[in-house]
């Protein structure tokens, strides 16, 4: 089986550099698998969550608008769930540390997503309610966030993201 460098030389997706991969990848799936893990913690209908996301710009009025609503949430989901991912994937494609143990950088990305989602973000943000501080809820969520981190983390490696800085290193 050919390494990740060699594949991006061939055509379609893989001729897209590593970096871009990584995000696109890890953020899309990430982002999406986060609407539904939502949907579960909560038993909410998707609709409900998108609309909860939008509530961040759009206050308590997203519940009451309806596609464009939900477009917004969905919009906005992936925006930061691009972001997020492109965070990690620049931080791995420089730290090496990232690189060799993606699995534990994904987890500890995780934590660090629903620290700052939760007690940052989310209370800044227009929306109507807060995280909710009952305990199953704050281990479901923190799960939920450590599954997300260990996608981008895992997106990150496939993609190759820094294979060259490995191949300069002695051991890499």
Partial sequence: MSNPAERSS???VERLPALLRAVLSGGLIAGTLDIGSACLINSLPPRVILKSIASGVLGAASF???LRADLAGLGLQWAMSL???AIYAVAASRCAA????SILG???YGVLIFLIMNYVVVPLSAAPFHPSMQPMKVVENLLAMVLFGLIVAAATQFA????AARR????G
């Fill in 10 to 12: 061939r055509g379609g």
């Fill in 64 to 66: 009451h608008d309806g």
């Fill in 83 to 85: 972001l997020i991912a």
């Fill in 98 to 101: 990232l690189r060799r143990r």
């Fill in 106 to 108: 994904g987890i500890a």
């Fill in 160 to 163: 190759g993201v820094g294979i």
């Fill in 168 to 171: 300069a290193t002695p051991g």
